[in-house]
């Protein structure tokens, strides 16, 4: 997990998305981050929750959240699914995106991160396709990487002479040069080139260092040489090489085999004996000590002591035999899927198919399963026990959808319920006219209001009475207004004239109080009006967002829970697959070890007969069995 | 697999006193709590590796002898993925503090004072361990520890480590 | 590996399988180890498929239940100087706590290279809310550190952010809570 962050930031690094710190003693400069939900998916990513992290990339992405960052966010996706192991969307992904837009620089980079992941996972053609792509130079020490990334590549694919060009004319100082001399070395060897391979193994295995890497390195690369000079019959040239070989490192019981053949090839095989009975005495499992088996008896036997070398071989046998007996079981064992049982002695009953792929180096008490030891250092078998674990942890965050699903289905039944009543009647308010109706009154009423001030209409705000004696007093000063004028018809003039004064100078008492009153109840009426009108606005948005029907989102729900069975399907049959596979390189491994072994056995067998016949023919009193 | 053997119910193994809880099966509720050192440390964050997470008090009896065999597990495992927590639920920190000094142990020490984390995890009994494998699942949980326990566990960590 | 036959020829003949393995180096090796390519690319297929489903449930859950017309969503960033170490982040809204968040450090170190925490995601009504956040943490010389801010906002229809900025722009050396609408 630490390293995997580590991977991330040198990722966003290279990729130009991190800030960089300024040589001077200032601040941190602000970092670039215009739209937060960019910024979110770098928090997600910098805590190491890569998976999470692109999840929540591609979903802003579709919610267009980003606007900002539109060609960072499509980068960083790319970076996230390389860090996922998914390198063929992460090579579509950057394959789309580096157009000219994009700095030379982070265009480079890029290639050169899926080359590495390309490499890892053995597409060395698709490596050495990106590689090609580079353009410009890369930092110091991702240039050394990638001479050495491209020449492993080219070897792989038998193209050594590419690759001895590649290296011939590359000066460098880091470890990575070192490296590179000794696959050139062993790839001219391999392609029988000897003199000019053991130059640059030589190289390598005279280095001065006290890196455990590279002394590791120098070990190899004496060992090879070593075995080079053997098969080429030159024995004299070998034994110098394997003796540089340090004696307690991990190259050291072949370096010592080596060095025996070496002194035995020249007829020296009383010294011989020695580096061979040394490696007698270790871990039969290591391939060179099952070789130092027949080896030891083989020179007593050139030495003349036929009966050692008989009881030599006789053990031998013993060993061989039930050294294959054991890779018998643990093949059958592994088959079975019960390994792992044997291994824990667990009675526990979840799921016997568990990985028995383990750590061995890392603890002291190892089982008896290290005859894995080889292959689970393997590469193979570590990229699939990377995958494995990578789909046991998909596994478990679509469990956990599962649980949400459920939860989701019923707060859309709730849901369904409440606008199954609600948006009939929201939608029927909405269709009416409601508001515009409410809106045409006011404006009626303004208008009326108006004319009142304008024409300072008091009768019109009098009370109902005041207004329906207005009424009758303007009647009767029309219909006085026709009759004759005679003196009855003045009195009555003069007392309407009266009436009308006092009921007119009521009104108008009244009429500033009463005007500044209804004013006051059209602004509220212009309030609320507005308020409704806010209020019918957002009535009408939220209704346009919400679901055409409920049964909208009950669809999603149900698509998505399809999808989710479906995929846990595949992923129990994918991880079964690549189980199995672990499986099949495991018990390929074993059966070639005890092929070796059972090749072994019948050379002993062989040689053991022969010492038989010998001592048979030979007049009694020498040798003997 | 994994998720399917989540799903299925497993009767409870045979062997030290592993019992059956409501969590087992289930992601392990995240959660984050200062330790006495000072650091806060979240459980999310150890994704990716088997985690030993362990309730106890100062006043439990059979809790130091726990704490001392999970931190020679952690010595021995934890190059190979082995990591562990323990939460203490003392209302009294100061107490959970002193008893850290006198009883140092190679992982974090948290506390829990509130109780908020304790509860999420269905805490019944001190001291309780819970086996959280590399996905985040709760995959057993051991009550109470008697000598010898660590032995039991050992054969499920490795178990869970090979994952 | 080569079969050895006869007792004639000495064991050279395994040295020669020796040094096949010795010079093997990084090389794919022995014959036919079983083919992991196929399984690769259907696994690489596979996790994409999860991808797109997890976004795609991602985008159903929060659409369903933090619907645009009522999500608030508070952020917290930093650009702090000098070095901060933040602590923990408490958040309330209309007097009620909604948020509390202790930092570990790696999370700390997230913050300061630049990333923004969605610290809070809930649903409000339309209308006036008030927002109080405080931090706490510890300064350059170890000393321990506490600030709050409070804010009123308006929710209106549409999805709210607001941004809380751990600062010390304003103030040398004295990180504040700097409060930002982002609508």
Same mark, same amino acid.
């Given at each position: 997990?630490?390293?995997?962050?580590?991977?991330?930031?040198?990722?966003?690094?290279?990729?130009?998305?991190?800030?960089?710190?300024?040589?001077?003693?200032?601040?941190?400069?602000?970092?670039?981050?215009?739209?937060?939900?960019?910024?979110?998916?770098?928090?997600?990513?910098?805590?190491?929750?890569?998976?999470?992290?692109?999840?929540?990339?591609?979903?802003?992405?579709?919610?267009?959240?980003?606007?900002?960052?539109?060609?960072?966010?499509?980068?960083?996706?790319?970076?996230?699914?390389?860090?996922?192991?998914?390198?063929?969307?992460?090579?579509?992904?950057?394959?789309?995106?580096?157009?000219?837009?994009?700095?030379?620089?982070?265009?480079?980079?890029?290639?050169?991160?899926?080359?590495?992941?390309?490499?890892?996972?053995?597409?060395?053609?698709?490596?050495?396709?990106?590689?090609?792509?580079?353009?410009?130079?890369?930092?110091?020490?991702?240039?050394?990487?990638?001479?050495?990334?491209?020449?492993?590549?080219?070897?792989?694919?038998?193209?050594?002479?590419?690759?001895?060009?590649?290296?011939?004319?590359?000066?460098?100082?880091?470890?990575?040069?070192?490296?590179?001399?000794?696959?050139?070395?062993?790839?001219?060897?391999?392609?029988?080139?000897?003199?000019?391979?053991?130059?640059?193994?030589?190289?390598?295995?005279?280095?001065?260092?006290?890196?455990?890497?590279?002394?590791?390195?120098?070990?190899?690369?004496?060992?090879?040489?070593?075995?080079?000079?053997?098969?080429?019959?030159?024995?004299?040239?070998?034994?110098?090489?394997?003796?540089?070989?340090?004696?307690?490192?991990?190259?050291?019981?072949?370096?010592?085999?080596?060095?025996?053949?070496?002194?035995?090839?020249?007829?020296?095989?009383?010294?011989?004996?020695?580096?061979?009975?040394?490696?007698?005495?270790?871990?039969?499992?290591?391939?060179?000590?099952?070789?130092?088996?027949?080896?030891?008896?083989?020179?007593?036997?050139?030495?003349?002591?036929?009966?050692?070398?008989?009881?030599?071989?006789?053990?031998?046998?013993?060993?061989?035999?039930?050294?294959?007996?054991?890779?018998?079981?643990?093949?059958?064992?592994?088959?079975?899927?019960?390994?792992?049982?044997?291994?824990?002695?667990?009675?526990?009953?979840?799921?016997?198919?568990?990985?028995?792929?383990?750590?061995?180096?890392?603890?002291?008490?190892?089982?008896?399963?290290?005859?894995? &030891?080889?292959?689970?250092?393997?590469?193979?078998?570590?990229?699939?026990?990377?995958?494995?674990?990578?789909?046991?942890?998909?596994?478990?965050?679509?469990?956990?959808?599962?649980?949400?699903?459920?939860?989701?289905?019923?707060?859309?039944?709730?849901?369904?319920?409440? &606008?199954?009543?609600?948006?009939?009647?929201?939608?029927?308010?909405?269709?009416?006219?409601?508001?515009?109706?409410?809106?045409?009154?006011?404006?009626?009423?303004?208008?009326?209001?108006?004319?009142?001030?304008? #024409?300072?209409?008091?009768?019109?705000?009098?009370?109902?009475?005041?207004?329906?004696?207005?009424?009758?007093?303007?009647?009767?000063?029309?219909?006085?207004?026709?009759?004759?004028?005679?003196?009855?018809?003045?009195?009555?003039?003069?007392?309407?004239?009266?009436?009308?004064?006092?009921?007119?100078?009521?009104?108008?008492?009244?009429?500033?109080?009463?005007?500044?009153?209804?004013?006051?109840?059209?602004?509220?009426?212009?309030?609320?009006?507005?308020?409704?009108?806010?209020?019918?606005?957002?009535?009408?948005?939220?209704?346009?967002?919400?679901?055409?029907?409920?049964?909208?989102?009950?669809?999603?729900?149900?698509?998505?829970?399809?999808?989710?069975?479906?995929?846990?399907?595949?992923?129990?049959?994918?991880?079964?697959?690549?189980?199995?596979?672990?499986?099949?390189?495991?018990?390929?491994? $074993?059966?070639?070890?005890?092929?070796?072994?059972?090749?072994?056995?019948?050379?002993?067998?062989?040689?053991?007969?022969?010492?038989?016949?010998?001592?048979?023919?030979?007049?009694?009193?020498?040798?003997?069995? | 697999?994994?998720?399917?053997?989540?799903?299925?119910?497993?009767?409870?193994?045979?062997?030290?006193?592993?019992?059956?809880?409501?969590?087992?099966?289930?992601?392990?509720?995240?959660?984050?709590?200062?330790?006495?050192?000072?650091?806060?440390?979240?459980?999310?964050?150890?994704?990716?590796?088997?985690?030993?997470?362990?309730?106890?008090?100062?006043?439990?009896?059979?809790?130091?002898?726990?704490?001392?065999?999970?931190?020679?597990?952690?010595?021995?495992?934890?190059?190979?993925?082995?990591?562990? $927590?323990?939460?203490?639920?003392?209302?009294?920190?100061?107490?959970?503090?002193?008893?850290?000094?006198?009883?140092?142990?190679?992982?974090?020490?948290? $506390?829990?004072?509130?109780?908020?984390?304790?509860?999420?995890?269905?805490?019944?009994?001190?001291?309780? $361990?819970?086996?959280?494998?590399?996905?985040?699942?709760?995959?057993?949980?051991?009550?109470?520890?008697?000598?010898?326990?660590?032995?039991?566990?050992?054969?499920?960590?490795?178990?869970?480590?090979?994952? | 590996?080569?079969?050895?036959?006869?007792?004639?020829?000495?064991?050279?003949?395994?040295?020669?399988?020796?040094?096949?393995?010795?010079?093997?180096?990084?090389?794919?090796?022995?014959?036919?180890?079983?083919?992991?390519?196929?399984?690769?690319?259907?696994?690489?297929?596979?996790?994409?498929?999860?991808?797109?489903?997890?976004?795609?449930?991602?985008?159903?859950?929060?659409?369903?239940?933090?619907?645009?017309?009522?999500?608030?969503?508070?952020?917290?960033?930093?650009?702090?100087?000098?070095?901060?170490?933040?602590?923990?982040?408490?958040?309330?809204?209309?007097?009620?706590?909604?948020?509390?968040?202790?930092?570990?450090?790696?999370?700390?170190?997230?913050?300061?290279?630049?990333?923004?925490?969605?610290?809070?995601?809930?649903?409000?009504?339309?209308?006036?809310?008030?927002?109080?956040?405080?931090?706490?943490?510890?300064?350059?010389?170890?000393?321990?550190?506490?600030?709050?801010?409070?804010?009123?906002?308006?929710?209106?229809?549409?999805?709210?952010? #607001?941004?809380?900025?751990?600062?010390?722009?304003?103030?040398?050396?004295?990180?504040?809570?700097?409060?930002?609408?982002?609508?």
């Amino acid at each position: 997990m630490p390293r995997r962050a580590v991977i991330a930031a040198g990722l966003l690094l290279a990729l130009g998305l991190l800030p960089t710190h300024a040589a001077e003693p200032e601040k941190l400069s602000l970092t670039r981050v215009q739209d937060l939900h960019y910024g979110d998916v770098l928090f997600t990513t910098f805590v190491g929750n890569d998976f999470e992290a692109l999840t929540r990339l591609e979903s802003y992405t579709q919610w267009k959240l980003m606007p900002h960052h539109q060609g960072e966010a499509a980068l960083l996706a790319g970076g996230l699914y390389l860090q996922l192991g998914m390198h063929n969307e992460a090579g579509r992904r950057f394959e789309s995106l580096l157009t000219a837009d994009v700095p030379a620089s982070v265009k480079s980079r890029a290639w050169f991160y899926l080359a590495r992941v390309w490499y890892a996972r053995g597409y060395h053609d698709r490596a050495l396709q990106a590689l090609s792509r580079i353009e410009g130079a890369l930092e110091p020490a991702e240039a050394a990487e990638r001479v050495h990334l491209q020449a492993n590549a080219l070897m792989h694919l038998e193209r050594h002479d590419e690759a001895i060009t590649l290296l011939g004319g590359w000066k460098s100082s880091s470890s990575w040069l070192q490296y590179a001399r000794f696959n050139l070395g062993v790839a001219l060897v391999r392609s029988d080139r000897l003199a000019d391979g053991a130059r640059w193994l030589d190289a390598v295995g005279s280095i001065q260092t006290a890196d455990e890497e590279l002394l590791a390195l120098k070990d190899k690369a004496n060992l090879a040489l070593g075995f080079a000079w053997l098969q080429a019959g030159q024995a004299e040239s070998a034994m110098p090489m394997l003796m540089r070989v340090r004696l307690n490192g991990p190259q050291s019981s072949r370096a010592l085999l080596g060095l025996g053949w070496a002194l035995a090839a020249t007829g020296r095989n009383e010294e011989a004996l020695s580096p061979w009975l040394e490696l007698h005495d270790r871990n039969l499992l290591d391939a060179a000590v099952q070789e130092a088996y027949l080896a030891v008896p083989y020179a007593f036997a050139q030495l003349g002591a036929h009966g050692q070398a008989a009881e030599y071989y006789e053990a031998a046998l013993e060993s061989f035999a039930t050294e294959r007996g054991n890779i018998d079981t643990a093949i059958a064992r592994i088959r079975e899927g019960s390994l792992m049982r044997q291994l824990v002695g667990a009675e526990d009953a979840v799921s016997p198919q568990r990985g028995w792929f383990w750590q061995l180096t890392e603890l002291p008490d190892a089982p008896e399963s290290r005859y894995l &030891y080889p292959i689970l250092a393997g590469h193979d078998f570590q990229e699939g026990l990377k995958n494995y674990r990578d789909l046991a942890y998909l596994g478990s965050t679509l469990s956990r959808w599962d649980e949400n699903m459920a939860v989701y289905g019923d707060m859309i039944d709730t849901r369904e319920t409440a &606008y199954g009543e609600r948006i009939p009647r929201v939608d029927g308010l909405l269709s009416s006219d409601a508001l515009a109706a409410t809106e045409a009154s006011r404006k009626q009423v303004e208008g009326r209001f108006n004319d009142i001030v304008n #024409l300072q209409d008091v009768a019109a705000l009098g009370t109902p009475e005041q207004r329906a004696q207005w009424q009758r007093v303007l009647q009767i000063e029309a219909g006085l207004a026709a009759a004759p004028d005679d003196e009855g018809t003045a009195a009555a003039r003069e007392k309407l004239e009266l009436v009308k004064g006092v009921l007119y100078w009521d009104l108008h008492q009244a009429f500033r109080e009463r005007l500044y009153q209804q004013r006051r109840a059209l602004r509220e009426l212009d309030k609320a009006l507005t308020e409704a009108n806010t209020r019918w606005l957002r009535v009408q948005q939220a209704r346009a967002t919400a679901p055409v029907t409920t049964g909208d989102y009950a669809d999603r729900i149900d698509t998505l829970t399809q999808r989710l069975a479906t995929l846990r399907t595949r992923l129990g049959a994918a991880a079964e697959a690549q189980q199995n596979l672990l499986a099949d390189i495991a018990v390929h491994e $074993l059966e070639a070890q005890r092929q070796r072994l059972a090749d072994y056995e019948i050379q002993a067998r062989f040689s053991l007969a022969a010492i038989y016949d010998r001592a048979a023919e030979a007049p009694a009193g020498q040798g003997g069995p | 697999m994994l998720w399917l053997a989540a799903g299925l119910v497993v009767a409870a193994a045979s062997g030290a006193a592993a019992s059956s809880h409501r969590l087992t099966g289930q992601s392990a509720p995240d959660f984050a709590l200062k330790a006495t050192s000072g650091t806060n440390f979240r459980l999310s964050e150890y994704r990716g590796e088997v985690v030993l997470l362990t309730f106890w008090g100062s006043r439990c009896g059979q809790c130091p002898a726990q704490l001392s065999a999970v931190s020679r597990l952690v010595d021995t495992y934890g190059a190979a993925g082995l990591a562990a $927590l323990a939460v203490n639920v003392d209302d009294d920190q100061l107490a959970a503090a002193e008893f850290a000094v006198a009883h140092p142990v190679s992982f974090p020490v948290l $506390l829990d004072p509130d109780k908020a984390v304790a509860k999420a995890y269905r805490v019944d009994n001190l001291p309780m $361990l819970l086996l959280i494998d590399r996905a985040g699942i709760v995959r057993h949980v051991h009550r109470d520890h008697r000598s010898g326990d660590d032995k039991a566990w050992l054969a499920r960590i490795r178990q869970l480590l090979d994952e | 590996m080569k079969r050895i036959t006869s007792l004639g020829l000495p064991l050279l003949a395994a040295l020669a399988c020796m040094a096949g393995s010795v010079l093997a180096a990084d090389a794919a090796g022995a014959d036919a180890p079983p083919d992991t390519r196929a399984l690769d690319e259907e696994i690489q297929a596979i996790k994409k498929d999860v991808v797109d489903l997890n976004r795609d449930l991602f985008i159903l859950e929060e659409e369903l239940l933090f619907p645009a017309n009522t999500q608030v969503a508070v952020f917290l960033s930093m650009d702090v100087g000098d070095f901060f170490a933040l602590d923990t982040v408490e958040l309330r809204v209309d007097d009620k706590q909604v948020a509390k968040h202790l930092y570990t450090p790696r999370e700390a170190e997230a913050l300061l290279k630049g990333g923004v925490q969605r610290l809070y995601l809930g649903n409000l009504r339309v209308g006036e809310h008030e927002l109080v956040a405080l931090f706490t943490g510890k300064g350059p010389q170890g000393q321990d550190y506490s600030r709050g801010a409070q804010v009123r906002f308006e929710k209106s229809v549409g999805a709210k952010y #607001l941004e809380l900025k751990i600062s010390d722009r304003q103030s040398r050396r004295q990180p504040e809570f700097v409060i930002r609408d982002w609508e």
